[in-house]
């Protein structure tokens, strides 16, 4: 079962928690501890097949099939929708208040976090 969000959460600007990526999600979805959480369909693989996705579903990158919780190197965000070569996301991380970003499909980023075909949907 996914996660979504609901309302106007783009607007919100104040760090949601300790200011780390799952403390939004969590927050603004209702998803239960990040520990629990498990991988569901890859956004590539539902890009490719024209697949939907809900505004305000919760997404992450993981590694086999769980949400590893590192220090750095993975992150959680919000789907906001689709772009030309990516997807836009509403994030936060630790000294970054929330924000919209667009993460690209392909991009060079040396961080995998800020790839595109690195993420699924959270379930």
């Not at 949601?16 to 998803?31: H, I, S």
């Not at 996705?53 to 965000?77: E, M, S």
């Not at 800020?114 to 699924?120: F, G, I, M, P, V």
């Amino acid at each position: 079962m996914p996660y979504v969000a609901s309302g106007d959460f783009t607007s919100q600007t104040a760090v949601f928690g300790n200011g780390q990526c799952v403390a939004l999600v969590r927050a603004l979805t209702g998803a239960p501890a990040s520990s629990v959480w498990r991988e569901g369909a890859s956004i590539a693989d539902l890009l490719e097949c024209n697949g939907r996705i809900p505004i305000g579903t919760a997404i992450a990158t993981f590694f086999d099939g769980r949400y590893p919780n590192w220090n750095h190197g993975n992150h959680a965000a919000i789907f906001l929708g689709w772009t030309a070569n990516g997807m836009e996301v509403f994030h936060q991380w630790r000294g970054k208040a929330p924000h919209k970003r667009i993460l690209y499909f392909g991009s060079r980023q040396p961080q995998t976090f800020l790839r595109a075909e690195h993420y699924s949907i959270v379930k």
